[in-house]
């Protein structure tokens, strides 16, 4: 059975920080519309010099939304950057990875262990500050100025000089683009 999906696309617009696009999708449980929040934009904050940071209001409303006040940062696995979790996002990456993983296989409960390894968990403070611990600070390159991007249901923070040059050059993003949505 297909389970119809409501979308709203919000743009804001703060001229200090830059736009901010807001997708929020809906979906229709026990006759009544569940909110499913994603975390979209790009905006620019200062960390002071114990590591504190103010999580960006518009994304700090989508955590305090949510009964789960966990958050979970981590290195990513990818990019020279640290991907903050939602509690409940945290969980859901978690039993996936363990779903692919032997429990009895050495390597792959390395790769486990590793995953964890590299997380810690987070409280936001009554000011709506995350303290980042400065072996995190300094594994993405971040010294006061950060960029949070929100990608989906995580929020990216960057070291805004290393998203002056692109991810992805703007013909391989085409040609991959059109890889992917153009078979469907």
């Not at 949510?66 to 990456?93: A, F, M, Q, S």
């Not at 792959?108 to 997380?119: A, E, G, L, V």
């Not at 390159?141 to 929020?155: L, Y």
């Amino acid at each position: 059975m297909l389970i119809p999906v409501y979308i709203l696309l919000i743009k804001l617009i703060n001229y200090n920080c830059g736009e901010l696009w807001i997708f929020c999708t809906f979906t229709l449980s026990n006759n009544s519309l569940r909110k499913v929040d994603h975390f979209i934009g790009n905006i620019d904050a200062k960390v002071d010099v114990k590591g504190r940071v103010f999580v960006p209001a518009t994304f700090r409303k989508i955590l305090q939304s949510t009964e789960d006040t966990r958050l979970v940062l981590r290195k990513d696995i990818y990019e020279n950057c640290l991907v903050l979790y939602p509690g409940n996002v945290w969980e859901e990456e978690l039993a996936l990875l363990r779903s692919k993983l032997k429990k009895y296989g050495r390597e792959q409960r390395q790769i486990y262990r590793k995953f964890i390894q590299d997380s810690e968990l987070l409280e936001l403070d009554s000011n709506g500050r995350i303290l980042i611990p400065k072996r995190y600070l300094q594994i993405a390159g971040i010294s006061s100025d950060v960029r949070f991007m929100g990608v989906d249901h995580t929020i990216e923070i960057w070291n805004p000089g290393q998203l002056d040059h692109p991810v992805m050059d703007d013909k391989m993003f085409e040609e991959t683009m059109d890889q992917i949505l153009g078979s469907l």
